[in-house]
């Protein structure tokens, strides 16, 4: 039975809601490994094709799986990514997901180029909870937190949040997890 001594964190919301800025500040921060799924995926060979209609990468989420597993065995990541249901439950032990006023995350995409109908399809998943929602079926309900995202001072204030919840998990498990799902 394989332990990990650093805890995985997954950070999720809708695109453009700042995944990537709060994952690169807090892995820096908390000397924890980013891995940010799309870039991941690429480099890994875990792309199955491209959805044109989406203007997105379709991710072979399967073999994504295999290539993330090991790491996440070893303790230590931050998975960043835009879908959180995939990831094994044992394996996970916070999932942040950040949420972002609409109008902000409208500006966000425009400025990122995005189609008209990407915004819109980003925004509706923003105003109806998708996200949010994914990570309360998936996982259990204590590691699920919704964090706000809107601006400079929301990210350093969550990053400063997750980093004390980082030293309060490894304060509570010096002995680190196992990566089987149990109650410890």
């Not at 950040?98 to 425009?110: A, F, P």
């Not at 590691?143 to 997750?162: A, C, G, K, T, W």
Request: proline content about 3%; charged content about 30%.
């Amino acid at each position: 039975m394989s332990r990990r001594l650093l805890p995985n964190i997954i950070i999720t919301g809708t695109p453009g809601c700042g995944k990537t800025s709060h994952s690169e500040q807090l892995a820096e921060v908390a000397g924890l490994k980013h891995i940010a799924v799309s870039d991941f995926a690429k480099k890994n060979g875990c792309i199955d094709g491209f959805d044109e209609e989406r203007d997105t990468a379709i991710v072979d989420e399967d073999k994504l799986l295999d290539e993330i597993e090991p790491l996440a065995e070893k303790g230590g990541i931050i998975i960043d990514w835009h879908c959180c249901e995939i990831f094994p439950e044992r394996l996970i032990d916070l999932v942040v997901v950040l949420r972002c006023n609409n109008t902000v995350l409208y500006d966000r995409l425009k400025k990122r180029g995005y189609k008209d109908n990407k915004i819109s399809e980003n925004v509706e998943a923003e105003i109806m909870e998708v996200l949010l929602q994914e990570a309360k079926d998936s996982y259990a309900q204590e590691i699920v937190v919704e964090l706000n995202s809107e601006d400079i001072d929301y990210l350093e204030q969550n990053v400063e949040r997750i980093s004390q919840w980082i030293d309060n998990w490894k304060n509570d498990h010096p002995e680190g997890v196992s990566n089987e799902l149990s109650s410890d």
